[in-house]
């Protein structure tokens, strides 16, 4: 797993995975380095965000926009996005697995497309798992859906089946009727949550079938969370699945 310090060398490392983590708390640019993160999936899909052509420019367009998220180091080391441009986007070494979480689908577009074609597995949890799963027919209860972006849901996945890659989405999921650390939870079959529960992390089922699709990975991107993993145990499915990247041998993996 990489990142970045201040003064170019690359080292494994934590870094925050939300600015909501970020902001406010004071950074050591040798470790917590949550920029880095947003610069990386911003080059991914620079040309739909920001019609830039060059990592400089990308660069320069997150941290004018993001003005408190400045933990990146200005003069950020052009071979470090290099390498990650290689091995992820140019020559990446397969079996190529990516694995996408967070709230929305709407925010993943860009990295989406750009990466379905390079890729040969992908494995989607968090709640814009919930939008893909309704889009297929399923009942996810009280679960956050963007119903704008069902149709869209569809198409991406239509694509991924004629190029070729394995879709992965929960087959369970840790559900409550709210959200609220110690509140009574239950597990339910992905595509059939009841009302009044909302799925709020992948369940133990799912937690296994991830780790076993990425089993023999010899390149791994990872960017967001399986649950609501501020709030435990919907943090569980997002442990789950570091541990099971930190246990790929070999594999170049950017977290």
Same mark, same amino acid.
């Given at each position: 797993t990489y990142a970045m310090?201040? *003064?170019? /060398?690359?080292?494994?490392?934590?870094?925050?995975m939300s600015p909501e983590q970020a902001r406010g708390k004071p950074v050591d640019?040798?470790?917590?380095?949550w920029a880095f993160g947003c610069v990386l999936f911003e080059c991914l899909c620079a040309r739909? /965000?920001?019609g830039g052509d060059t990592v400089s420019d990308v660069m320069v367009r997150v941290l004018e926009r993001e003005p408190d998220w400045n933990a990146l180091p200005v003069a950020a080391p052009t071979k470090l996005v290099d +390498? +990650?441009?290689r091995c992820? +986007?140019? *020559?990446?070494e397969r079996p190529y697995a990516v694995v996408l979480g967070g709230a929305k689908v709407s925010d993943k577009i860009g990295v989406i497309e750009s990466l379905l074609p390079r890729i040969d597995r992908l494995l989607i949890g968090g709640a814009m798992a919930f939008t893909f799963l309704k889009a297929l027919g399923g009942e996810v209860g009280k679960s956050l859906v963007e119903e704008d972006r069902l *149709? +869209?849901?569809?198409d991406l996945l239509?694509?991924?089946e004629a190029l070729g890659v394995r879709v992965y989405l929960p087959e369970d999921v840790v559900a409550a009727e709210r959200i609220?650390?110690? /509140?009574?939870?239950?597990a339910f079959p992905a595509r059939a949550i009841p009302v009044p529960h909302m799925g709020l992390d992948i369940g133990p089922k799912t937690r296994e079938a991830f780790a076993r699709a990425l089993e023999g990975a010899r390149t791994v991107f990872w960017n967001g969370p399986m649950g609501v993993f501020e709030v435990p145990p919907f943090d569980e499915g997002t442990l789950a699945v570091g541990r099971a990247i930190a246990a790929l041998e070999g594999a170049f993996t950017v977290v």
């Open positions: 310090t201040g *003064d170019g /060398v690359i080292l494994g490392t934590a870094a925050y640019r040798r470790t917590d380095i739909q /965000v920001f +390498l +990650l441009r992820l +986007l140019k *020559d990446p *149709d +869209l849901a569809k239509g694509r991924a609220e650390a110690g /509140v009574e939870t239950r």
